[in-house]
């Protein structure tokens, strides 16, 4: 069972298992019948352990209430609409719109990552997850969008309807990034303007004027996917780096730690030296759902390892994302940001360097040199 967004995945047994159609031997994430991370490897949870977390939930009495709300603003709507139609002398911004959906605008684009704008996570919208605070932009007040980044196929991720609101929207459906095994699902709810990759494929957009190439390229997580009862682990799941001239852009989507972050800051290396502008200009990394770590470490980071994964990328700076909206796991909705102020101060690192954002805020992204 894959639909629980905070991990619950139960081993298929091998009579429901299915080839893999990717399946590539020399590479080491692949599997016959699907996919697995590159450093530690993931399992469902059995039965057992997903009695014994709730049980313990229940005992200590998680999640605990918030301590205060959730911060939320009112978007800059006028600077948003403008500056999706700046073309190439779109100022970079990054604006928050809740969990783990971004909007980035970069490179003349705009980028959306994992959209989510329903009430619940869920398989059915009268169960699961609900949303406890509400997006920072409706469906119906973003800027027509380009690109859609998906990172893997959870309810807390992949959203239908999201998804098909977008591929309808007026200005024609955005070119929707998705790492391997995604493609014949969009294709069953008529959406084709699809490209699959594998970890390290790259695909380049092109500007609006079409005289800007951007290379995006998926990059290797430390997660897992499922989306029913039979297909844990066939589908792919990964982050993305998006270099823009304007501005080297890296999302991790879902995420726990591994040394996989190593490995991205070293496959970027010669595109990012400091004569060329440096790492990466801003990185969207994940610091909620993340309690109990007995049972949450090999999917989700916690703010300390997300401040390593920081470091190892060497990125300029980060926005706090995967937090605030979803009561997924044991830890109160508003304790990320304090953890992660804490792991920054361990760290001897400025908190403007990891920003926390309010739902709806959007924060500027110097231009790259």
């Known amino acids: 069972m894959g639909f629980g967004p905070s991990g619950f995945c139960f081993s298929a047994r091998p009579f429901m298992r299915m080839k893999n ?19 530690m490897s993931f399992r469902g949870k059995r039965w057992h ?5 709730r049980w313990q939930a229940w005992r200590a009495g998680h999640p605990k209430p918030l301590t205060k709300p959730i911060p939320v603003t009112a978007p800059d709507l006028a600077f948003i609409q403008a500056n999706a139609k700046a073309g190439l002398i779109m100022q970079p911004a990054m604006t928050w719109i809740g969990h783990i959906t971004v909007l980035a605008q970069i490179g003349g684009l705009n980028i959306l990552t994992d959209p989510v704008f329903s009430e619940r996570c869920f398989p059915v919208q009268w169960a699961g997850p609900q949303r406890q605070t509400p997006p920072g932009l409706t469906l119906e007040q973003l800027p027509c969008i380009d690109v859609v980044l998906l990172s893997h196929n959870h309810y807390d991720h992949m959203d239908e309807a999201s998804l098909t609101a977008l591929a309808r929207q007026k200005g024609g459906s ?3 990034i998705t790492p391997l095994g995604h493609k014949a699902w969009f294709a069953k709810r008529g959406i084709h303007h699809v490209v699959e990759l594998d970890w390290w494929d790259e695909h380049v957009l092109e500007a609006s004027d079409h005289s800007l190439r951007i290379p995006v390229t998926l990059t290797p997580a430390q997660h897992w996917s ?12 990964g982050g993305y780096a998006v270099l823009s001239p304007d501005c080297h852009l890296f999302f991790s989507g879902d995420t726990a730690y591994s040394a996989d972050f190593v490995d991205i800051r070293q496959h970027f290396a010669h595109v990012q030296s ?26 989700h980071a916690n703010p300390e390892e997300s401040v390593q994964i920081f470091q190892d990328l060497a990125a300029k700076r980060a926005i706090a994302v995967h937090w605030g909206t979803f009561q997924l796991t044991d830890e109160a909705l508003d304790e990320p940001p304090r953890e992660l102020a804490a792991a920054l101060r361990r760290a001897n690192l400025a908190p403007e360097r990891f920003e926390v954002l309010a739902i709806g805020q959007t924060r500027l992204v110097p231009r790259r040199a």
Request: hydrophobic share 40%; net charge positive; aromatic share 16%.
């Open 21 to 39: 159609p990717y399946f590539n031997p020399a590479k080491k994430h692949h599997r016959p019948d699907g996919f697995q991370n590159n450093y």
């Open 49 to 53: 352990e997903i009695l014994r977390w």
């Open 174 to 176: 955005p070119l929707f």
């Open 226 to 237: 499922a989306r029913t009862a039979t297909d844990a682990l066939r589908s792919l799941w």
């Open 274 to 299: 400091p004569a060329q502008g440096g790492g990466f200009d801003m990185a969207l990394l994940p610091i909620g759902a993340y309690e109990p770590r007995w049972f949450m470490k090999d999917q």
